[in-house]
Structures are given as C-alpha cells and as structure tokens.
DNA sequence: TGCCGATATGTTATATAGTAGCATATCTGC
DNA sequence: GCAGATATGCTACTATATAACATATCGGCA
C-alpha cells in the first residue's frame, strides 16, 4: 500500500508560513485597516479588531467557527453572531475576503487599492494567495461585454499546489 | 420611501425562463448525460436521473434541501444524504456545476466536451449562464504559470445583471 | 455633563448545509 | 442463482449562518 503524507499545516499561532516573517504582514495589515476606518467613518472596535488580528494570523483561510473558537477565551461569551457581524463589517470595508468555496476568510493584501483579485488556495498548505491579475481581469471585463452582463461582484477562486509546495514534495512510503 | 420590486423568478416548474422553449434544453441535457454515462460505464439510476432532471428544470441554481424537498413526493423517504449523492455522481461526472457563492447547483451545457467555465449568476432573475470564455481562461492559464501554481480545480463566479433583466427594468414606486 | 439617538454587542433560538456509519437493496458478472 | 460490488435507506450528527429582540456603548448636542 502507498501512503502519502502531505506535511501537517502549521499550527495556527506559529509565524511559520513558508518561512517569512508573517508578523510583519499582519502589524501592516492592522495598520492599513486601522487607517481606512477613520478615513471614511467608521469604527474598528476592539471586536473587529481581534478577528482581524485572528485572521491574519497566517495566510491560511480560516473558518467563523474556529474564529468564534478562538474569541471566547478572551470574551467568554461569544456567540455566532458577534463572529459573523465582525466579519460582515470587514468584508463591507474590503478588509478581509471570503473564500466561497471553502466557506472560510483571509485577510486581503490590497485593501486600500485593489479588491476582486484571483484567490489561489493550495490543497496542500492551505495558504491562500491573492493577485491582483490584471490581465485575467481585463479578459473578463471583455468577455462579460460580450455577454452584455452588469458586473456587481466576481469570485475567482483556484485550488491547486503552490510553487513551495511543488518544490517540497510530500513524503512517500511503502507500507 | 422608494421601493424597488424585482419581477418574480418564475416558478420552478414553469418553462418561462426567458422565454425561450426550456423542455429542449433538458430533453438534450438528458439525452447526452445518458450518453457520456453509458460510455463511461456509469449507471445513470432512475435517482440519479430525477435530481439531474429537476437540476434542469430551469436555468436557476438549484439547492440541495430544494431539490430534496422535490424528491420526496416521489420517494417519501428521501433524506439529505440520498440527494447529496446523488449530487456528487453528477458533478464527478461532469454533469452538473456546483455555484459555490450560492451552495447551489445548476446543469452543465458543455457535458460533452468543455469544463470549467465561468458562471454568471444574474442577481436578479437567478438565472446562471455557462460561459467557456476561452480568452479568460488562457488569461488564467498565463497568470498561473507566472505563479508557477499548479492548478486542480477553478471556480470563476460572476454576480451582476444579465441582459434580459437589464432590459426590463424593476418597477419602481413611491410609497 | 447628562440625555438622546445611533451603532454595536449579547442572547436565544432556529434555519440551512453537509457528512458519518452502518443496514438493506439492487445490479452485474460469473 | 450466487457473490461481490455498487447504490440507496436510515439514523444521527456536525457544520455554517441568520433572525429577532434585549442590552450596552458611543458620540453629538442641549
């Protein structure tokens, strides 16, 4: 019998993903998100704040119910909901995206500029990459002119293994 | 205060959808799943074939508690698990497409040959148009090998107002 | 500064979506 | 017509998400 044996992700609070410095990502992220908030109005509570920091805690895409796992250590008391009004919020201000496909969220990299990038998911780290992918978008912009289709929201989502993960290919034994 | 009222989705039996003659759409869908499945030597069972014809019924994305809710009239026992397997012959075989953005399912027009195609879901009307979009897709293909990501799978999903309903605009009143 | 309306969160309950695991039935090749 | 494979029945459960109303907090203004 053939086994393969994909690495275990990293476990959620290591600052492991592929081996840069994720910290970094994240202050900037709090940073930009923080920034944005005042410049139109709006507020950042400590709540949005915490699932914000929860979810740029790697580049994984996490789940509302591991977020709600992870709040109420902290709260104590948080309920469905309260988890998925942060998330409301942050998707609205373009702080974070949703991962249709695999009903989970990532912060998005572009939230003062860009929005509606191609997310890349890898089946096997389960990092999520975003990209701003101009041309695939113009190619859209052209084909949906075509179709003479009113654009409100796209979701371009693909799953498949990323370049570090085809670089260290998983271990393969013989049982 | 201004209210704007949408036209009804037709209902899910009617073959009204745009006004084109919906039965040849599902008669011909039918006619090539019965085909492709007797290649494969797959067994298209009479379970099967329902869910695939109630997929068909219109061009609206279909859900999995709607559809059960369909079959049980026939079956009287019908349970999630029976409709979700039935779901997932259809969409291994290619038969079907799962709208990941709405957990809904609607019938694949390009069974035969083509997949992945992008799936524009009108918002509303909810009906949802299959597009090859050769061009977007060679964009993907590009942007990807630039990534270096190996891909797997693609869900290209596409929210807005397609060109019947713009053309009929929402009555709109004062109230 | 303390009151008011707006915004945010707490709380309970429920709706919707999907899967696991084992029993039973049906099909297909021999 | 029997055996193994495939498909469905069935029970229970897990996971994802929202509704509705109560309470708390914020921020402007009398």
Known sequence: MQLTVFPAPTSPT?????G?????????????????????GVRLTPMRRQVLELIWESHRA????????????????????????????????????????LNAFIGCSFSDHQHQQL????????????RPAAGVMEAIDRELEQAAFIIHHKAIEIHGICIRCAKHPPITATI
């Not at 290591?14 to 592929?18: F, Q, R």
């Not at 997310?119 to 975003?130: D, F, M, N, P, W």
């Open 14 to 18: 290591a600052n492991l993903d592929h």
């Open 119 to 130: 997310l890349l998911t890898c089946i096997r780290c389960l990092e999520v990459e975003e």
């Open 62 to 101: 996490i789940k509302a119910y591991d977020l709600l796992d992870r709040i109420k250590p902290t709260t104590g008391t948080a309920k469905p909901a309260t988890v998925y009004r942060a998330l409301d919020f942050l998707l609205e201000q373009g702080l974070i995206h949703k991962v249709e496909s």
């Open 20 to 40: 840069h410095d994720h910290g970094g990502c994240r202050t900037k992220a709090l940073q930009t998100a923080e920034q944005l908030c005042n410049n139109r």
